[in-house]
């Protein structure tokens, strides 16, 4: 089946908050590119737009929203960050920041992350959507991993059509670019990704310049952004005998002894579950065994990321 291509009409933005509030995908116009939106309260949805890209990897994905009381909602905001905030939102510009304690994005949504990627579109469809449906949307770009993002509706019906629930029309994007990322690192702004809100704006608002995240920042130093979910306990993978005393999380029937990602043996569910499960056992264990996980569809994803919370980071 493919996905409805719709005009921008208050029945059309009602009919795709619906959507959105059953768990489906929704491709909307923003003025940088067309986003595939899902809510980002709920995982199952969101492992449904890593599934419908075909991403090999969990990247934490940005929540659009369109109001500063949902805005707040969401992120801790420092004074600087309320300062760009003021001067370039609604617009191409996204700002990671803390997470709010009450934040309803979802685990996997920010990969386990305890930051959050916020944005305010610029989009009178975008801001309808968000506004009708009542909640922040994530919305990475609305095409298959490793493709370019689309520009136009009709981009997004090439390359997702038989994927997604619908799409609405709002013709060519403005921008044509992604959003520019900043993160603050020891509250200093730092750009994480050049885009659509070109670096020498903001470095003029801020009245100095934006430093460019150096390749010696991957190394996690005291209040700099990890790029990744990284659990205090020790991860050993592919285990299918837990030690004595270790957490075990476990994936597929017949397994158990443990959490298990999806008892089913569904990449979705055990993909919705994953972050959370890792979470809870990191509270109690020193160390935690992962039972192996299929290396296909979201497997790969999954994998990615276990592999990458392995990896124990220099204290
Ligand atoms: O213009 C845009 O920003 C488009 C339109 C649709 O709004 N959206 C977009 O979203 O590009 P997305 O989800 O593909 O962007 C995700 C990027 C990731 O690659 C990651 O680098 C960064 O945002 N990101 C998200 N959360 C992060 C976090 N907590 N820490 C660091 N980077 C984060
Ligand atoms: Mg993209």
Redesign the pocket.
Known sequence: MTARIVPILPETIAIAAEILSEGGLVAMP?E????LAADAANPTAVARIYEAKGRPRF????A?VSSWAMAEQQAKFSGLARTLGEAFWPG?L?M?LPAHPESRVSDLA?AG?D???L?W?KHYAAAALIEAFGGPL????ANRSGHVSPTRAEHVAADLGDRIDLILDGGPCAVGL??T?I?FEGGEPVL??P??LETSTISAKLGRSLRARSPTDAINAPGQ?K?HYAPRARLRLDVTEPAEGEGYICFGPGQSGGLNLSPTGDLVEAATNLFSMLRALDESYASIAVGPVPDEGLGEAINDRLRRAAVRDPE
């Open positions: 923003t940088t590119v067309y986003g990247n934490p994905l940005i659009h191409p996204t990671v920010r992350l930051t959050i990627a944005r579109p994530v919305a990475p770009s992604e959003s990322i993160g994480l990704r885009g659509g952004l790029s």
